[in-house]
Nanobody, 115 residues
Framework: QVQLVESGGGLVQPGGSLRLSCAAS????????MGWYRQAPGKQRELVAT???????TYPDFVKGRFTISRDNAKNTVYLQMNSLKPEDTAVYYC?????????WGQGTQVTVSS
């Protein structure tokens, strides 16, 4: 059974940082492309960052220079380092794993940016 378990969310002040982790099990982690998405109340889920099985990363413009995705294949874990957080970054953050037709999601972790 494939499981993706996110952790590291919480409440942070504007300008602060958080590091999210996603621990994967039940799959050959190293061959999956991994990603982070987020969904704010009343909005559609949106892509935040992706990293391919060979380590190529992509980011939308609204997080470039602030967020960094990385992976540790030895630990079956993908990370999202978030710096210079803004109130508009408040959302539930979801981990995603994808390989051809297979796609898996974690349960999400809440990130709240507020003073």
């Amino acid at each position: 059974q494939v499981q993706l378990v996110e952790s590291g969310g919480g409440l942070v002040q504007p300008g602060g940082s958080l590091r999210l982790s996603c621990a994967a099990s039940g799959l050959i982690f190293s061959i999956y492309d991994m990603g982070w998405y987020r969904q704010a109340p009343g909005k559609q889920r949106e892509l935040v960052a992706t990293i391919t099985s060979v380590g190529t990363t992509t980011y939308p413009d609204f997080v470039k220079g602030r967020f960094t995705i990385s992976r540790d294949n030895a630990k079956n874990t993908v990370y999202l380092q978030m710096n210079s957080l803004k109130p508009e970054d408040t959302a539930v953050y979801y981990c995603n794993g994808r390989l051809r037709a297979w796609e898996f999601w974690g349960q999400g972790t809440q990130v709240t940016v507020s003073s």
